[in-house]
């Protein structure tokens, strides 16, 4: 096994959360090899295909303010927002099915904005270009078919044969981590019963650089602001969380059909949906991972938890974990200490465990609260929702949970 070079760490899966967790890591001076499965010219273009609307990329993420600070240590926020990106100072939330309604605003908690919707291959971008002029070895192109450990010594083999080895091996290769099974760290999930809607849509009136989200007894619906680099405001990228069958029922209609069901479901807060993208979907599954540590071997982002995407926390609970990675890594090399290390390895899922639990039981807790149709239900969580908006210091302190603001 010693015919590759010898990495301090080898991370398996080049998306937004594995390759900033590299990029960290060679700044920390840790001889990283980033492995992935693209090609870098594909990651570095990062086309968006030709049915989306302005060529806004489908896939996009509410990256919290926490994660900001992140991406801003790590050198590549310049260049993220150099490009189009729509910082949001408003969040509106209500119940379809009654009067309960909360509005959280970035100026009652003294911050610009609450969080910011960008593109995800805005994102792997804009990682890519600072990876290329750090000391991270990428070997991109290829396909990992196998875990081996032997001693001390442990890595992957490549489809081409080739082995590498490492001292600690971070999976970051997604919610179907082939690495985590290998592994052997099993995961306890259930089915929502769901699928998930994702396009982007313009509207005949402005967002209003609000993230807009509608829930009803079938699942959410979430409308979130993009802006073109003209400064238009009557974009916005939807994630319309349905039951199954009715998820079927709206992909298999035609776009003015479907546009007409849309502008129904969020009740005509922006007007008219004018033009509808191509539409995607892809089912919900809650996944977590009952440990997230194995000799030599880390999880993090999908490949240790998956939630709904009602509140969208995904990207952003895989930053809490490449914060806590990065935190954990650096005291160690500070000491002179392996970063296999287990006690190193511990206390960086104690201190991600409990959090990333935490917002997947809420998530889940909401989910059920709106999901019941029964008139005693509606009735309490609309009474909740109007109390929980009169009350400014814990409405805000919810909101500053969510989005890593101090307050």
């Given at each position: 096994?010693?015919?590759?070079?010898?990495?301090?760490?080898?991370?398996?899966?080049?998306?937004?959360?594995?390759?900033?967790?590299?990029?960290?890591?060679?700044?920390?001076?840790?001889?990283?090899?980033?492995?992935?499965?693209?090609?870098?010219?594909?990651?570095?273009?990062?086309?968006?295909?030709?049915?989306?609307?302005?060529?806004?990329?489908?896939?996009?993420?509410?990256?919290?303010?926490?994660?900001?600070?992140?991406?801003?240590?790590?050198?590549?926020?310049?260049?993220?927002?150099?490009?189009?990106?729509?910082?949001?100072?408003?969040?509106?939330?209500?119940?379809?099915?009654?009067?309960?309604?909360?509005?959280?605003?970035?100026?009652?908690?003294?911050?610009?904005?609450?969080?910011?919707?960008?593109?995800?291959?805005?994102?792997?971008?804009?990682?890519?270009?600072?990876?290329?002029?750090?000391?991270?070895?990428?070997?991109?192109?290829?396909?990992?078919?196998?875990?081996?450990?032997?001693?001390?010594?442990?890595?992957?083999?490549?489809?081409?044969?080739?082995?590498?080895?490492?001292?600690?091996?971070v999976a970051a290769d997604g919610a179907h981590s082939r690495m985590r099974q290998w592994v052997g760290l099993p995961t306890r999930e259930w089915d929502y019963g769901q699928q998930a809607i994702v396009c982007t849509v313009r509207t005949t009136q402005s967002h209003r650089f609000t993230a807009w989200q509608r829930f009803s007894p079938t699942g959410p619906?979430?409308?979130?602001?993009?802006?073109?680099?003209?400064?238009?405001?009557?974009?916005?990228?939807?994630?319309?969380?349905?039951?199954?069958?009715?998820?079927?029922?709206?992909?298999?209609?035609?776009?003015?059909?479907?546009?007409?069901?849309?502008?129904?479901?969020?009740?005509?807060?922006?007007?008219?949906?004018?033009?509808?993208?191509?539409?995607?979907?892809?089912?919900?599954?809650?996944?977590?991972?009952?440990?997230?540590?194995?000799?030599?071997?880390?999880?993090?982002?999908?490949?240790?938890?998956?939630?709904?995407?009602?509140?969208?926390?995904?990207?952003?609970?895989?930053?809490?974990?490449?914060?806590?990675?990065?935190?954990?890594?650096?005291?160690?090399?500070?000491?002179?200490?392996?970063?296999?290390?287990?006690?190193?390895?511990?206390?960086?899922?104690?201190?991600?465990?409990?959090?990333?639990?935490?917002?997947?039981?809420?998530?889940?807790?909401?989910?059920?609260?709106?999901?019941?149709?029964?008139?005693?239900?509606?009735?309490?969580?609309?009474?909740?929702?109007?109390?929980?908006?009169?009350?400014?210091?814990?409405?805000?302190?919810?909101?500053?949970?969510?989005?890593?603001?101090?307050?």
């Open positions: 096994m010693n015919d590759q070079p010898h990495f301090d760490i080898l991370v398996v899966g080049g998306g937004m959360i594995g390759s900033a967790l590299a990029l960290g890591l060679s700044r920390q001076g840790w001889s990283v090899g980033l492995v992935e499965g693209s090609d870098r010219k594909t990651l570095l273009k990062g086309s968006a295909p030709v049915e989306d609307v302005d060529g806004f990329d489908p896939r996009v993420s509410a990256i919290s303010v926490a994660s900001q600070r992140l991406l801003e240590q790590l050198g590549v926020w310049p260049d993220i927002a150099a490009g189009r990106h729509c910082p949001y100072q408003t969040m509106t939330v209500w119940d379809g099915d009654g009067t309960g309604r909360i509005q959280f605003e970035a100026a009652e908690l003294r911050a610009a904005a609450l969080g910011t919707i960008i593109e995800n291959r805005r994102i792997v971008r804009a990682l890519f270009t600072a990876l290329a002029d750090s000391s991270v070895r990428l070997i991109d192109g290829a396909r990992v078919t196998g875990w081996w450990q032997d001693g001390n010594e442990r890595g992957i083999r490549l489809e081409d044969g080739c082995t590498l080895a490492a001292s600690l091996v619906l979430a409308f979130l602001p993009l802006l073109t680099e003209s400064g238009d405001e009557h974009f916005c990228s939807i994630v319309w969380s349905q039951d199954t069958e009715e998820a079927r029922r709206l992909m298999a209609l035609e776009d003015e059909a479907f546009r007409a069901e849309l502008e129904s479901a969020i009740e005509r807060e922006l007007g008219s949906v004018e033009v509808v993208s191509r539409r995607y979907t892809f089912p919900l599954r809650q996944r977590h991972a009952k440990d997230y540590i194995a000799s030599g071997f880390a999880l993090v982002g999908d490949a240790a938890h998956t939630i709904h995407p009602l509140a969208g926390q995904g990207a952003n609970l895989g930053y809490g974990d490449v914060h806590a990675l990065l935190d954990e890594l650096l005291r160690a090399r500070q000491a002179g200490i392996d970063p296999d290390n287990a006690l190193v390895l511990a206390r960086y899922q104690r201190r991600r465990k409990g959090d990333n639990l935490a917002m997947m039981a809420a998530m889940e807790g909401f989910k059920q609260l709106f999901g019941r149709d029964e008139l005693a239900v509606r009735w309490l969580r609309n009474t909740g929702m109007r109390w929980l908006n009169q009350l400014g210091p814990v409405k805000n302190r919810i909101a500053a949970e969510a989005m890593g603001l101090d307050v």
